[in-house]
């Protein structure tokens, strides 16, 4: 009977942490660039004294989806979507280079370009600086041209190019703060075969119907666990009772 308590108690559990997966991507399906997670269960056995008789599931986070989303058409000029494979380099929380599909990209007050959540899009010196401009041009390569605002409306300056990498997807994983990075920490190279597509922006690849019917089954399998603990108690009662009246 505890064996079945500890297979259940531990199925429960885990199953809700694959729930919690589902959730954050079925909240992320409106993410520009968002990037399913996948999540996947197997058996570990216990080793300890005696034999190994017992099992406890263990949930993973198989790996991540890189099927690329839509491409939607948006006009405006600051919106990009990188083209195929690739990824754009911004600057992380911790200061360090670190990777993402998000092309909708802002200036902020300071004249610094940043994705939607407010991470820096690095350039080929580090994070893009962009001064006051009537209009800003963004280029299949990553090139950035402005229209200074001070200057004659058909003067044009580069100013900077978008940092633009192709690692192999084997070498990456993902933070807790939706950015990829190299498992071994370093920074890639830039790879000049991406492209970006402006005025458009790339949409999660989140399946919404397969996310629902991955909620649906995994609040099956919970409630199954749950029922499963249940009935082990009430043979560890009615066990109990036997003994007594013996």
């Given at each position: 009977?505890?064996?079945?308590?500890?297979?259940?108690?531990?199925?429960?559990?885990?199953?809700?942490?694959?729930?919690?997966?589902?959730?954050?991507?079925?909240?992320?399906?409106?993410?520009?660039?968002?990037?399913?997670?996948?999540?996947?269960?197997?058996?570990?056995?216990?080793?300890?004294?005696?034999?190994?008789?017992?099992?406890?599931?263990?949930?993973?986070?198989?790996?991540?989806?890189?099927?690329?989303?839509?491409?939607?058409?948006?006009?405006?000029?600051?919106?990009?979507?990188?083209?195929?494979?690739?990824?754009?380099?911004?600057?992380?929380?911790?200061?360090k280079?670190?990777?993402?599909?998000?092309?909708?990209?802002?200036?902020n007050?300071?004249?610094?370009?940043?994705?939607?959540?407010?991470?820096?899009?690095?350039?080929?010196?580090?994070?893009?600086?962009?001064?006051?401009?009537?209009s800003?041009?963004?280029?299949?390569?990553?090139?950035?041209?402005?229209?200074?605002?001070?200057?004659?409306?058909?003067?044009?300056?580069?100013?900077?190019?978008?940092?633009?990498?192709?690692?192999?997807?084997?070498?990456?994983?993902?933070?807790?703060?939706?950015?990829?990075?190299?498992?071994?920490?370093?920074?890639?190279?830039?790879?000049?075969?991406?492209e970006?597509?402006?005025?458009?922006?790339?949409?999660?690849?989140?399946?919404?119907?397969?996310?629902?019917?991955n909620?649906?089954?995994?609040?099956?399998?919970?409630?199954?666990?749950?029922?499963?603990?249940?009935?082990?108690?009430e043979?560890?009662?009615?066990?109990?009772?036997?003994?007594?009246?013996?």
């Open positions: 009977m505890d064996r079945m308590l500890y297979i259940a108690m531990t199925g429960a559990q885990q199953t809700m942490q694959s729930q919690a997966i589902t959730a954050n991507n079925l909240a992320n399906i409106s993410t520009p660039g968002f990037r399913a997670d996948l999540a996947a269960m197997r058996s570990m056995p216990l080793f300890g004294e005696g034999l190994p008789s017992r099992v406890y599931a263990m949930a993973e986070r198989a790996g991540t989806e890189y099927k690329t989303g839509t491409v939607t058409e948006t006009g405006r000029e600051l919106d990009i979507a990188v083209r195929q494979q690739g990824f754009i380099a911004v600057q992380g929380l911790d200061g280079e670190a990777y993402t599909r998000a092309g909708d990209l802002q200036v007050t300071a004249g610094l370009l940043h994705t939607g959540a407010g991470y820096p899009v690095m350039g080929e010196n580090g994070p893009i600086s962009i001064p006051p401009a009537r800003i041009l963004i280029g299949k390569d990553g090139t950035i041209s402005i229209r200074p605002a001070d200057a004659n409306a058909e003067v044009v300056e580069t100013i900077d190019r978008i940092k633009l990498v192709n690692p192999p997807l084997r070498d990456l994983q993902k933070g807790k703060d939706g950015l990829f990075r190299l498992k071994n920490g370093e920074a890639a190279g830039t790879d000049v075969s991406v970006v597509v402006a005025g458009s922006l790339e949409t999660s690849n989140v399946n919404a119907a397969a996310e629902l019917v909620m649906i089954q995994q609040a099956r399998q919970f409630e199954m666990q749950t029922k499963m603990m249940q009935i082990a108690g043979n560890e009662q009615r066990a109990a009772q036997i003994l007594q009246l013996s």
